[in-house]
């Protein structure tokens, strides 16, 4: 809570002021908000448009939950550091002791602010409120809060001031949900008997409206309101709809993710359709398999190991070659990458996060240009990840084909040439197999991601191919290209499968062109719901036929590969596969396909 007044206005004329401040308060709170929804794709282009620059981001998860990192009362405790409140099952009596052991004696919002920058990062989402309800900030509305603590003092304040003055745009998470607030509704399971607690989520919404505008009106302008926690069933649609725009109505230019409201599919995180608030979809953990119409914004979020709050015992980190491709294979699909780092309790970063940002900024000094205002690949299918901007392809060679070839198939522009971006040196354009290509030399120039400058007359256009083997011999027969035969039968490109498998003579069918007969293992990738498995499959080409019967994946948004046996492919040209089946009655779907896959039988 916020210190003495020292002014000499009389004790009556403090009261009227005190009433009228209130009246205006809850005038303020009580107008319905402007609807902002209703932008033009082109006002919404201009909005984003610092966003889809940026592509790459920091995600900050910071909190009381830095200090136990993971372990309480000498126990390990499973799960996400962040979540140990709720895994550990404090009651908040006793985790609010933390509060007087929070002390970042090392914070140098400086130092993160030269880390995200020398790393390529372009915004910093910090977690101003988590789960637990701790307010990193000095907050007029809560003494649960960084004032309270032996620190004292506002840390949110001085990183958006370094973030800005280095040209990051600041950007700030919020919980929707709040383990502490003693109006939020529902109280926490593990601590129902919290004295005090009046569940009332208007009164709750006042708060956090208050708190937003502090955090918007008193360290804007912001890049992003990044909102979580809205699953809960006391947050509903409506009042999604109505704190995306009061958001939107304190800064109009700020952009809201799709967590404000509560139209997000799952973890994989882009929003349902419907009239749905929020700007981008979220990811989470996850990329995914495909690109979007224009319009349609993004951004996976994910951690650098496996957790998002630091925790002192979670050493599995990606690699750096992980990390980078992850960067490459989202901005070949159009989306933004926001890389997590958990900090320690003292405020400093771990070392494993400072190496692989430093590692990661070594790879952009020398391809950002092919992450920075790119756009998502022109082809339906290519074995290498691909960027485009204005008349320039990025080809990005995360291993170098064994035919020393990357091929361009249904390019329609003619390639003016291609050079490795990161040293400048010219590669040879030809044609092979009917399509541009482009030889590579043995040694790649970069160990992590390769990146080829392509220079193409006009802007990059491509044409459908047909479903070719690949090099390696694989033949990949994706959802998003296969011709559907039956009523139900739908493509999704959300879970980027197909799903709606209702009669039996219900079909999904491909053409493809083999280059090398063989034996092929066929392999299937779907989800099934728990619930739904126990149906009957059937893959056939020509008079040959593999069956299998589907388990459950856990879910229908969580996809599994299955083999289902072997073919036999007596010669080169033009196949047809086909896939059936049978659902159990009592199931909703058969699966969501996401494809099949050739695999070749090695000799
Ligand atoms: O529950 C949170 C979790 O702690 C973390 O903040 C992630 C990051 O996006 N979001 C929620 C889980 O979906």
Redesign the pocket.
């Known amino acids: 809570m916020n210190t003495s007044f020292h002014v000499s206005i009389p004790a009556h004329a403090r009261v009227a002021l005190f009433l009228l401040a209130g009246a205006l308060a809850t005038a303020r709170a009580a107008e319905p908000a402007r609807e902002f929804r209703k932008e033009s794709p082109a006002e919404r282009a201009a909005r984003m448009a610092w966003f889809t620059e940026a592509r790459f981001g920091m995600?900050i998860?910071w909190g009381l939950y830095a200090i136990p990192a993971g372990e309480w009362k000498g126990k390990e405790i499973p799960g996400?550091g962040?979540?140990i409140m709720n895994r550990a099952k404090i009651p908040l009596s006793e985790y609010r002791e933390l509060v007087k052991q929070f002390n970042p004696t090392r914070y140098d919002p400086q130092e993160w602010v030269r880390i995200a920058q020398r790393a390529g990062m372009r915004y910093i989402v910090i977690?101003s409120k988590?789960?637990d309800g701790f307010c990193l900030w000095d907050s007029k509305e809560t003494d649960y809060d960084v004032a309270s603590t032996p620190y004292g003092r506002d840390l949110l304040r001085p990183l958006a001031d370094a973030a800005r003055a280095a040209g990051l745009r600041m950007c700030f998470?919020y919980?929707i949900m709040d383990w502490q607030h003693p109006n939020y509704d529902p109280l926490p399971a593990w601590d129902k008997d919290r004295p005090g607690h009046r569940p009332d989520m208007d009164a709750y919404v006042r708060y956090m409206k208050a708190q937003l505008r502090e955090l918007i009106e008193g360290m804007g302008p912001l890049g992003i309101l990044w909102f979580?926690?809205e699953w809960e069933p006391t947050w509903t649609h409506e009042r999604g709809v109505d704190l995306y725009n009061y958001v939107r109505s304190l800064q109009p230019s700020i952009i809201v993710n799709n967590r404000v409201d509560k139209g997000r599919k799952g973890?994989a995180g882009m929003t349902a359709e419907g009239e749905f608030a929020g700007d981008y979809g979220?990811p989470?953990q996850e990329v995914p398999s495909r690109s979007f119409p224009e319009g349609v914004y993004w951004e996976s979020?994910m951690t650098m190991n496996d957790t998002?709050?630091y925790k002192k015992h979670d050493h599995n980190w990606k690699s750096v070659t992980q990390l980078i491709r992850t960067l490459v294979d989202i901005a070949s699909k159009g989306g933004n990458f926001l890389l997590?780092v958990g900090p320690k309790a003292d405020g400093t970063f771990p070392p494993e996060i400072v190496e692989r940002l430093e590692a990661i900024g070594q790879w952009m000094e020398k391809n950002g240009e092919s992450i920075y205002g790119t756009t998502a690949s022109p082809f339906a299918r290519l074995r290498q990840r691909c960027t485009k901007k204005n008349g320039r392809l990025y080809v990005h060679v995360f291993e170098r084909p064994a035919s020393g070839l990357v091929t361009l198939p249904g390019l329609t522009n003619t390639i003016r040439g291609a050079k490795w971006l990161a040293t400048g040196a010219a590669l040879e354009v030809l044609r092979h197999e009917d399509a541009p290509a482009i030889r590579i030399p043995e040694l790649l120039p970069d160990p992590h991601v390769s990146t080829i400058q392509v220079d193409v007359d006009g802007i990059p256009a491509t044409l459908p191919v047909p479903i070719i083997q690949d090099d390696d011999g694989s033949v990949e027969l994706p959802g998003s290209d296969a011709r559907l035969e039956g009523a139900s039968l739908r493509y999704d490109m959300l879970s980027d499968s197909i799903s709606g498998w209702a009669a039996t003579d219900d079909a999904v069918r491909w053409s493809f062109h083999l280059r090398k007969p063989g034996d092929y293992r066929i392999e299937i990738e779907y989800a099934c719901a728990k619930g739904d498995e126990g149906g009957d499959v059937q893959v056939t080409i020509v008079d040959q036929v593999v069956t299998g019967r589907l388990e459950t994946s856990g879910s229908s948004h969580r996809f599994h590969r299955r083999e289902l046996g072997t073919i036999r492919l007596t010669e080169p040209g033009e196949w047809t596969a086909v896939v059936r089946g049978r659902k159990p009655e009592t199931a909703k779907t058969l699966m969501h396909l996401r494809g099949v896959r050739l695999l070749p039988v090695a000799r």
């Open positions: 995600f998860t996400i962040e979540w977690t988590h789960h998470y919980s979580d926690g973890m979220t989470e979020c998002w709050g997590n």
